[in-house]
């Protein structure tokens, strides 16, 4: 009977969590947080050109594994190309992460403290705002680590070849992210092996193969058929794993510094937020000390120590890319993994106090959940104004960004609309395929990105100009990210891209201009744009 109850208490907050997540994300599907020409644009413009049968890499740029614009093209064609489409496909895969959150804590805390942190998750993530891909990329590393976890309980060989299958298809969503989980998985097993004194199993050598040899084969083979018969430096643009490919390179000690500033500001961040902190310090402190007191030697304490090493390994190694680069977003690849080690250490802690200061933990955080979740959603209302609204027919959803941004998008697909014929295209610089999108337009280049830190090569120039000639273009689209002193970006026609720099100037002419030419161009602020016609005489 008390199996039975435990099942149904299990079933009853695995269907709560995902009503809580679609409480929580689905009301914002008409609303994108915060839209960018050109990161957001690359990925739109790759979702569709998947769904006509492109492929990343070879007939587009594209920065990540080749797996999400396939997922994403789903949903266009379910729900058809707009914005909006893709939001729900995002929302599903958060919803999933919370879910991934739950089953794992619930294998060693109370359903009700794993409710609690895939809650926490949800209304307290912070989100990849400048693309829809790595959503996939944490819900396959929680997938990797969900196994990891059903091993650990069940001795059951199957799990880690289930764990194995979730790592590869992550490393094809983000490629230095598998590889970081086949490391983390081997620790994981080998430490789980020791201190359970798991008995040998005539399948484990054939698990190890699999995870050091086979596994690394298949990433190297199946990248080496994505990018078949294309240069290295063109490899190098969509993978910039080395430090001269990337825009921020940093020593390890300063991004160990960016890392506690980045804490200690999400800290500050929410008026709660240090009170939290310090009260999870203080759980952590009693952890410690009953682990170390007499409960290591324990059952209970074995499992404890084991779960929150393995998390604590995984919690660091993905935050390889923040430690490398210094990028204070990178710290929210380990900000799942970070819930559920706060949420095992506010279990174990609470389980040695009386039942009344747990009811009273348990009250505190079902108070700052209800009161976040009112302060989200009357956030959100709040964006919703006409002024910060995407009237192109594939946008159609309200965003986050500066009415002047808005508007200077608007303005410019109207102007667009109105002007190309069905037949023309344009290029558009430095890095705004969000245009070929919402135009309905391909690029005449695979190329969608110019700037410094993606050093294109002459060739590649040449080879741009030529496709430029054979396709008739006629317009050319320049935003104010042109001429820019933030990192990596550059000047073009002048620090890079000079070729390309001196044709626009020797054969095109302003034929409009909108937005704002004053301030230094931004990410998704500061929009400016300069539409440029073919002379006449050159025609």
Not at 250 to 255: K, N, R, V
Not at 313 to 334: D, M
Not at 392 to 415: C, E, H, I, Q
Request: some cysteine.
């Amino acid at each position: 009977m008390k199996t039975l109850k435990r099942i149904n208490l299990k079933t009853f907050f695995f269907i709560l969590v995902i009503a809580v997540g679609c409480a929580v994300y689905l009301p914002q599907t008409e609303q994108q947080q915060i839209l960018s020409t050109g990161d957001h644009g690359r990925d739109l413009y790759a979702f569709e050109q998947t769904l006509h049968g492109a492929k990343a890499y070879q007939d587009y740029w594209w920065v990540y594994g080749p797996l999400m614009p396939y997922y994403y093209s789903m949903f266009f064609k379910l729900f058809g190309i707009k914005i909006s489409s893709i939001l729900l496909g995002q929302t599903i895969l958060v919803i999933a992460s919370g879910v991934l959150i739950f089953l794992s804590l619930q294998l060693v805390t109370s359903s009700i403290i794993g409710f609690f942190a895939a809650c926490w998750f949800y209304l307290f993530r912070h989100t990849f705002f400048f693309t829809y891909n790595h959503d996939g990329a944490i819900v396959f590393i929680l997938l990797s680590l969900y196994f990891i976890f059903l091993y650990i309980e069940r001795a059951n060989l199957k799990y880690l070849f289930f764990s194995l299958a979730s790592t590869l298809t992550l490393s094809f969503i983000k490629l230095n992210f598998g590889l970081a989980t086949l490391f983390i998985s081997f620790i994981a097993v080998a430490l789980t092996d020791h201190i359970n004194k798991t008995p040998k199993n005539k399948l484990k050598p054939l698990f190890y193969l699999c995870l050091l040899v086979v596994s690394p084969l298949i990433m190297f083979f199946g990248y080496k058929k994505l990018f078949f018969n294309l240069p290295i430096y063109y490899i190098r643009q969509c993978l910039p794993y080395l430090s001269g490919d990337q825009p921020h390179s940093i020593g390890l000690f300063q991004g160990i510094k960016t890392y506690f500033a980045v804490m200690l500001f999400n800290a500050k961040d929410v008026s709660f937020g240090i009170l939290w902190h310090l009260a999870l310090a203080l759980f952590a402190s009693r952890c410690i000390y009953l682990l170390i007191k007499d409960r290591l030697a324990s059952l209970e304490g074995k499992k404890i120590f084991l779960y929150l090493t393995i998390l604590i390994i995984f919690y660091i190694v993905l935050l390889h890319e923040l430690l490398l680069s210094g990028v204070a977003y990178r710290t929210i690849w380990s900000e799942a993994v970070g819930i559920m080690i706060s949420f095992i250490i506010l279990n174990f802690a609470l389980n040695s106090f009386p039942k009344n200061i747990q009811k009273l933990s348990f009250a505190t955080i079902i108070l700052i959940l209800v009161s976040h979740f009112i302060i989200t959603g009357n956030y959100f209302k709040k964006t919703l104004d006409n002024d910060r609204y995407i009237i192109a027919k594939r946008g159609r959803v309200f965003v986050y960004n500066d009415p002047s941004w808005v508007n200077t998008l608007n303005v410019t697909t109207l102007f667009l609309q109105s002007n190309l014929k069905s037949n023309d295209s344009f290029l558009a610089l430095p890095y705004d395929p969000l245009l070929y999108y919402l135009l309905e337009k391909r690029s005449p280049t695979k190329q969608l990105i110019f700037f410094d830190h993606i050093k294109i090569t002459e060739e590649q120039e040449k080879g741009i100009l030529s496709e430029l000639e054979k396709n008739k273009i006629n317009w050319i689209v320049l935003s104010n990210r042109i001429n820019s002193a933030e990192t990596g970006l550059g000047v073009l026609g002048q620090t890079y891209c000079p070729l390309i720099g001196k044709y626009i100037e020797d054969n095109f002419e302003v034929v409009a201009k909108f937005g704002d030419w004053i301030n230094p161009p931004g990410w998704a602020w500061n929009y400016g744009i300069k539409i440029l016609h073919r002379k006449k005489s050159d025609k």
